[in-house]
Protein backbone atom coordinates (compact mmCIF):
# COMPACT_ATOMS: atom_id res chain seq x y z
CA UNK A 1 0.00 0.00 0.00
CA UNK A 2 1.51 3.29 -1.19
CA UNK A 3 1.36 6.08 1.48
CA UNK A 4 0.05 9.54 0.17
CA UNK A 5 0.57 12.82 1.39
CA UNK A 6 -1.65 15.68 1.41
CA UNK A 7 -0.29 18.79 2.40
CA UNK A 8 -1.65 22.54 2.92
CA UNK A 9 0.03 25.59 1.19
CA UNK A 10 -0.86 28.85 2.90
CA UNK A 11 -0.69 32.41 1.73
CA UNK A 12 -2.21 35.60 2.70
CA UNK A 13 -5.03 35.33 0.52
CA UNK A 14 -5.61 31.40 -0.65
CA UNK A 15 -4.72 27.57 0.52
CA UNK A 16 -3.48 25.27 -2.37
CA UNK A 17 -4.19 21.52 -1.30
CA UNK A 18 -1.53 19.23 -2.54
CA UNK A 19 -1.35 15.52 -3.07
CA UNK A 20 1.96 13.47 -3.86
CA UNK A 21 -0.63 11.50 -5.98
CA UNK A 22 -0.54 14.47 -8.52
CA UNK A 23 -3.97 16.10 -7.98
CA UNK A 24 -4.22 19.45 -6.17
CA UNK A 25 -6.61 22.21 -5.48
CA UNK A 26 -7.03 25.73 -4.56
CA UNK A 27 -9.30 27.02 -1.50
CA UNK A 28 -9.83 30.90 -0.30
CA UNK A 29 -10.04 29.76 3.20
CA UNK A 30 -8.40 27.09 5.59
CA UNK A 31 -11.47 25.05 6.48
CA UNK A 32 -12.75 24.79 3.36
CA UNK A 33 -9.55 23.71 1.89
CA UNK A 34 -9.24 21.02 4.95
CA UNK A 35 -12.43 19.76 3.48
CA UNK A 36 -11.52 19.41 0.34
CA UNK A 37 -8.43 17.01 1.49
CA UNK A 38 -10.60 15.12 3.37
CA UNK A 39 -12.90 14.55 0.43
CA UNK A 40 -10.08 13.77 -2.04
CA UNK A 41 -8.67 11.47 0.91
CA UNK A 42 -11.59 9.69 1.39
CA UNK A 43 -12.70 9.28 -2.64
CA UNK A 44 -8.97 8.47 -4.10
CA UNK A 45 -6.87 6.79 -0.39
CA UNK A 46 -9.93 5.60 1.69
CA UNK A 47 -7.40 3.55 3.82
CA UNK A 48 -5.94 6.22 4.78
CA UNK A 49 -7.65 9.06 7.18
CA UNK A 50 -5.34 11.97 8.19
CA UNK A 51 -6.51 14.30 6.40
CA UNK A 52 -10.06 13.19 8.23
CA UNK A 53 -8.65 13.79 11.68
CA UNK A 54 -7.15 17.21 10.47
CA UNK A 55 -10.60 18.46 9.87
CA UNK A 56 -12.26 16.60 12.58
CA UNK A 57 -9.55 18.49 15.24
CA UNK A 58 -10.00 22.05 13.31
CA UNK A 59 -13.82 21.38 13.73
CA UNK A 60 -13.83 20.81 16.77
CA UNK A 61 -11.13 23.50 17.90
CA UNK A 62 -13.93 25.79 15.91
CA UNK A 63 -16.83 24.41 17.90
CA UNK A 64 -15.66 25.33 21.65
Do not use: F, N
Not at 5 to 30: E, F
Amino acid sequence: MSHYRIKLDRSASSVVVTCTCGWRDLALKPLQAQRIAASHEASCHPRQASARKMLAEATRRLSR
